[in-house]
């Protein structure tokens, strides 16, 4: 009843204001919803009247333009326009202790689809430091390179959670407190953050574990397809279930040894294997021991091997691979190659790699056969217009795969041009996701470099296919007359196809045009 009188209140005064449709301005009451709220529930505002915004009517405390103050820090190098997958946390604190003016915490931020948790590599702004918009404030080390992260406001830092070389920071927790005014700096000296940003996901906190009740030994369940246990018959014999006298006849174990858990003390399989594992444990503290006296060194995961590791391990499960191998005969493009290097060392160019022309066969062929430059994904199958090339690169730090995009459309001078520049930023670890994110295929080469004759490669989750060079080999071959033979050089690939994707015939149709430009290499030329 009292909050309808106060609604009745309002509607009246709502009413007397609607009336003064020719004054300039016009007097609301503001429910403010914010707690350090410099203008009180209770109190009548006065606002400017703007043509085609009030028009005499209530105004909520919504509809009031506020200017904020919050300040948001990511990598703006590439987040700004080309990584539009990082996701910067930034959250406004409003502290319980009075004593702390509103700051702002900012969170690890997700540079990467990929990126689970990421290292402070170092800080280049201290605490009490100026900041403004573009300046770096610190370097965080991804699953994939080390990103520079740029402020996108003014402001001061007021506080550093986690110094240089802090490891396995999670996406989202609080990394340092920025401030808007200087003078509020020394009140974060003893601050102490959550664990977690204002992603909107902070992790919940456990929930406290139900008090432990004393229950009766349950036996272990069985199978659905076993069959119950016997019941026992008589005293001194041993009563098991068919699955336990199973084991224990093809592990050569006495049922007589075996303790019971089941109903009435008969042996199930539990027991069996419990009996297994217990005589198993002697040999096994044996090798422990002597495996002790070996002299080794563990090396602890790099961030870039641990997200490897799992994108390698979930591709082997959940895709399914299959694989194709053809040799090509690659006569004509060592050939072709050795003529346009002439032209490139004429002109003052760079030379030109049998990768690059590996690159360039396998983006034509990805454009003639569109169904191999695909993804898979639980409704459809995403059929990619752009063709853009990852081509993997080993490095001290772990593996890298920088993409050439738009790689059908480019020469093979600009191909050769960007593959070598992406490689030295792979080997310095400052590669942005910008140049190794959005691949639709990946070729991965170890014959040139490494001399592998043949091999299979994992696909790269959501690709669809990968591609494995080998090394070029002469071989003798039959030549024009029936005894005249001849040598030449074919090289084998490998073609790594997700089955859900790229059916075998497809994957055939594909191999056959990528052969056809390794062997014809003129015609990439057109």
């Not at 003014?154 to 986690?162: E, M, W």
């Not at 795969?401 to 080997?427: N, R, W, Y």
């Amino acid at each position: 009843m009292t909050y309808t009188s106060h609604l009745i209140r309002h509607s009246r005064k709502i009413k007397l204001l609607r009336n003064e449709s020719s004054s300039s301005s016009v007097l609301v009451r503001l429910f403010s919803t914010e707690a350090n709220s410099s203008i009180k529930s209770d109190n009548l505002v006065r606002i400017n009247q703007l043509p085609g915004n009030i028009n005499g009517g209530f105004i909520g405390a919504s509809s009031i333009p506020r200017i904020s103050n919050r300040m948001r820090i990511g990598n703006n190098s590439v987040s700004r326009n080309a990584f539009s997958s990082s996701q910067l946390y930034s959250r406004r604190g409003f502290a319980t202790d009075s004593a702390l003016p509103p700051h702002q915490e900012i969170g690890m931020p997700s540079l990467s689809p990929t990126m689970t948790e990421g290292n402070v590599a170092r800080w280049l702004k201290k605490v009490g430091d100026k900041v403004t918009a573009g300046e770096v404030l610190c370097e965080i080390e991804t699953d994939k390179a080390t990103v520079e992260m740029e402020c996108m406001e003014d402001g001061y830092l007021a506080k550093i959670i986690h110094d240089d070389g802090a490891k396995e920071i999670q996406v989202g927790e609080v990394i340092a407190i920025t401030v808007e005014e200087e003078d509020d700096i020394a009140k974060f000296s003893d601050y102490k953050a959550s664990s977690t940003a204002s992603s909107g996901e902070a992790k919940s906190s456990p929930e406290p574990s139900p008090p432990k009740k004393e229950a009766e030994p349950v036996s272990s369940p069985e199978p659905t397809s076993s069959v119950a246990a016997e019941p026992p018959q008589s005293e001194g014999r041993s009563f098991a279930s068919p699955l336990a006298k199973k084991l224990a006849e093809e592990n050569n174990v006495p049922i007589s040894s075996v303790k019971g858990t089941g109903p009435d003390g008969s042996i199930v399989k539990a027991d069996i294997e419990d009996y297994l594992a217990s005589k198993a444990s002697a040999p096994k503290a044996k090798a422990t021991t002597q495996a002790s006296n070996l002299d080794y060194t563990d090396l602890p995961h790099t961030q870039i091997r641990k997200i490897t590791a799992s994108r390698l391990l979930q591709s082997k499960q959940t895709i399914p691979h299959y694989y194709l191998t053809v040799d090509s005969c690659v006569d004509k493009l060592m050939e072709l190659r050795s003529q346009l290097n002439s032209v490139q060392e004429a002109s003052g160019g760079k030379r030109i790699s049998v990768n690059d022309l590996v690159v360039k066969a396998a983006a034509l062929a990805l454009r003639k056969v569109p169904q191999c430059n695909s993804s898979w994904t639980n409704d459809y199958i995403r059929q990619y217009n752009n063709v853009n090339i990852n081509v993997a690169v080993q490095t001290e730090h772990g593996l890298f795969v920088p993409v050439v995009k738009d790689a059908d459309k480019k020469g093979l001078s600009k191909i050769g041009e960007e593959i070598k520049q992406l490689a030295d930023k792979a080997k310095k670890n400052s590669l942005k996701p910008d140049d190794y994110e959005g691949g639709t295929f990946t070729i991965s080469n170890l014959g040139g470099p490494f001399g592998v004759k043949q091999f299979c490669a994992i696909i790269s989750p959501p690709q669809a296919g990968i591609l494995a060079v080998g090394s070029a080999e002469k071989r003798v071959v039959p030549g024009a007359g029936p005894d005249q033979f001849k040598f030449a050089s074919f090289m084998p690939v490998t073609l790594s196809c997700d089955h859900r994707v790229i059916d075998g015939a497809i994957g055939a149709e594909w191999l056959k045009a990528f052969k056809g430009y390794i062997e014809n290499p003129e015609t990439m030329l057109l």
